[in-house]
């Protein structure tokens, strides 16, 4: 876990009832390009945190509201702590956002999100993706859209069932190569442009 980052002006309740009201937040420098802010308003305050990309951009985001009417929760009201940890959060997040390896984490976690990382992931390392991309867009999207993995309970009855299904199901035939079909000389598939 990282430190703790002192400040005197920000550390206690009664040290940031001594600040003035402004609009412009005061910062405190978590790591380079990354800061913490609070910002004192009539009605209430807030934790802001600031990240600095390498193309000098500065992303903001509200952390939550400060410990200075209410006692923290961790949830929506948090002490300086509390509110530099949540900033480290927001830092890592962004910079995985601005690196390009950032997953939507608006709503739950899908199979086929899982599917999206796994195979970013499997061409990172230099694997041929687009025979396993195309069996998993073939056999696994159609049948889990939307399900949670967080959902499937008992796994290895769901994956046993899935197969069951899928070995009642017909053969698949791909129209655009040459396959046996019944009836047909040479085996030439008639859909194919090959054969015309």
Same mark, same amino acid.
């Given at each position: 876990? *990282?430190?703790? $980052?002192?400040?005197?002006?920000?550390?206690?309740?009664?040290?940031?009832? !001594?600040?003035?009201?402004?609009?412009?937040?005061?910062?405190? &420098?978590?790591?380079?390009?990354? #800061?913490?802010?609070?910002?004192?308003?009539?009605?209430?305050?807030?934790? $802001?945190?600031?990240?600095?990309?390498?193309?000098?951009?500065?992303?903001?985001? /509200?952390?939550?509201? +400060?410990?200075? #009417? !209410?006692? %923290?929760?961790?949830?929506? &009201?948090?002490?300086?702590?509390?509110?530099? /940890?949540?900033? !480290?959060?927001?830092?890592?997040?962004?910079?995985? @956002?601005?690196?390009?390896?950032?997953?939507?984490? @608006?709503? %739950?976690?899908? &199979?086929?999100?899982?599917?999206? =990382?796994?195979?970013?992931?499997?061409?990172?390392?230099?694997?041929?993706?687009? *025979?396993?991309?195309?069996?998993?867009?073939?056999?696994?999207?159609?049948?889990?859209?939307?399900?949670?993995?967080?959902?499937?309970? =008992? +796994?290895?009855?769901?994956?046993?069932?899935?197969?069951? @299904?899928?070995?009642?199901?017909?053969?698949? &035939?791909?129209?655009?190569?040459?396959?046996?079909?019944?009836?047909?000389?040479?085996? !030439?598939?008639?859909?194919?442009? #090959?054969?015309?």
């Amino acid at each position: 876990m *990282a430190r703790t $980052i002192r400040n005197g002006k920000l550390d206690t309740r009664s040290a940031r009832s !001594r600040l003035t009201l402004r609009r412009e937040p005061y910062w405190t &420098v978590i790591s380079e390009g990354c #800061a913490l802010g609070y910002r004192r308003g009539a009605t209430g305050s807030t934790w $802001i945190g600031r990240f600095r990309d390498d193309t000098g951009r500065q992303h903001y985001e /509200a952390l939550g509201a +400060a410990d200075d #009417a !209410r006692d %923290p929760d961790g949830l929506s &009201v948090f002490s300086f702590a509390q509110a530099q /940890a949540k900033s !480290r959060a927001f830092f890592a997040r962004k910079a995985r @956002e601005v690196a390009g390896d950032w997953t939507s984490t @608006e709503g %739950p976690y899908r &199979v086929t999100d899982a599917l999206d =990382d796994y195979f970013k992931n499997y061409a990172k390392r230099g694997k041929a993706v687009s *025979a396993a991309l195309s069996a998993a867009n073939l056999h696994i999207r159609p049948t889990v859209p939307t399900a949670n993995p967080k959902q499937l309970t =008992d +796994a290895r009855e769901s994956v046993d069932s899935w197969f069951d @299904e899928r070995s009642l199901q017909a053969d698949l &035939v791909r129209l655009d190569r040459f396959v046996p079909v019944p009836g047909v000389v040479g085996g !030439r598939n008639p859909c194919s442009p #090959a054969s015309a």
